[in-house]
């Protein structure tokens, strides 16, 4: 149940094994359904996820029906609402799975005593925020003046597993144009 967690956090800390029972004894196990929200739009988050097997996704609904997905977490990374969980906020955002998962959870309480008792997994929280921050910025900056080609071409060389993993119309909603437009370039490459 533990050990892809075990290994993610022996991958960026020196830790014993002591220390490592201590921080999984606070994750608790859900499985999910395909499509099951875990963080609707106006809740506040209460929860870090960390995903044993499946994806979660993370994305707004616009005004005229049309999904933004911010984010993709696939196995063996972390997932959640970081605005919301960090000022306890409304998200006005959803969190969901694309596909039945296996998540460990932590609440929010535990997470902060984690980082506050145990600097290895203080040393892991700021690195999962910093590889955030810059997987986010590259997005950002890497599709401002982007056309559509573009950006198929960007998520080809920086994130190809998103188009072997998740459906057309949720990559397309990523990229912020249309499914066909993505279909259509898809051909083209």
């Given at each position: 149940?533990?050990?892809?967690?075990?290994?993610?956090?022996?991958?960026?800390?020196?830790?014993?094994?002591?220390?490592?029972?201590?921080?999984?004894?606070?994750?608790?196990l859900i499985t999910t359904k395909r499509n099951e929200i875990l963080l609707d739009y106006?809740?506040?988050?209460?929860?870090?996820?960390?995903?044993?097997?499946?994806?979660?996704?993370?994305?707004?609904?616009?005004?005229?029906?049309?999904?933004?997905?911010?984010?993709?977490?696939?196995?063996?990374?972390?997932?959640?609402a970081l605005p919301s969980f960090i000022d306890q906020k409304p998200a006005e955002e959803?969190?969901?799975?694309?596909?039945?998962?296996?998540?460990?959870?932590?609440?929010?309480?535990?997470?902060?005593?984690?980082?506050?008792?145990?600097?290895?997994?203080?040393?892991?929280?700021?690195?999962?925020?910093?590889?955030?921050?810059?997987?986010?910025?590259?997005?950002?900056?890497?599709?401002?003046?982007?056309?559509?080609?573009?950006?198929?071409?960007?998520?080809?060389?920086?994130?190809?597993?998103?188009?072997?993993?998740?459906?057309?119309?949720?990559?397309?909603?990523?990229?912020?144009?249309?499914?066909?437009?993505?279909?259509?370039?898809?051909?083209?490459?």
């Amino acid at each position: 149940m533990y050990s892809i967690l075990e290994k993610f956090i022996k991958s960026r800390a020196t830790i014993d094994d002591e220390k490592l029972q201590e921080i999984c004894s606070y994750f608790k196990l859900i499985t999910t359904k395909r499509n099951e929200i875990l963080l609707d739009y106006d809740q506040i988050c209460g929860q870090y996820y960390f995903i044993n097997k499946g994806c979660i996704r993370l994305f707004t609904i616009d005004e005229n029906g049309n999904e933004n997905i911010r984010y993709f977490a696939f196995k063996g990374n972390f997932a959640t609402a970081l605005p919301s969980f960090i000022d306890q906020k409304p998200a006005e955002e959803f969190l969901q799975t694309i596909e039945k998962s296996e998540l460990l959870y932590i609440s929010r309480t535990d997470f902060y005593y984690l980082t506050s008792t145990i600097p290895q997994f203080a040393k892991i929280y700021t690195e999962i925020l910093e590889l955030g921050f810059i997987s986010a910025q590259k997005r950002i900056y890497g599709f401002q003046g982007f056309d559509a080609l573009a950006k198929v071409k960007w998520i080809i060389k920086h994130q190809p597993h998103l188009l072997q993993s998740v459906s057309n119309k949720m990559v397309a909603a990523y990229l912020g144009i249309s499914p066909s437009t993505l279909s259509r370039l898809k051909l083209k490459l």
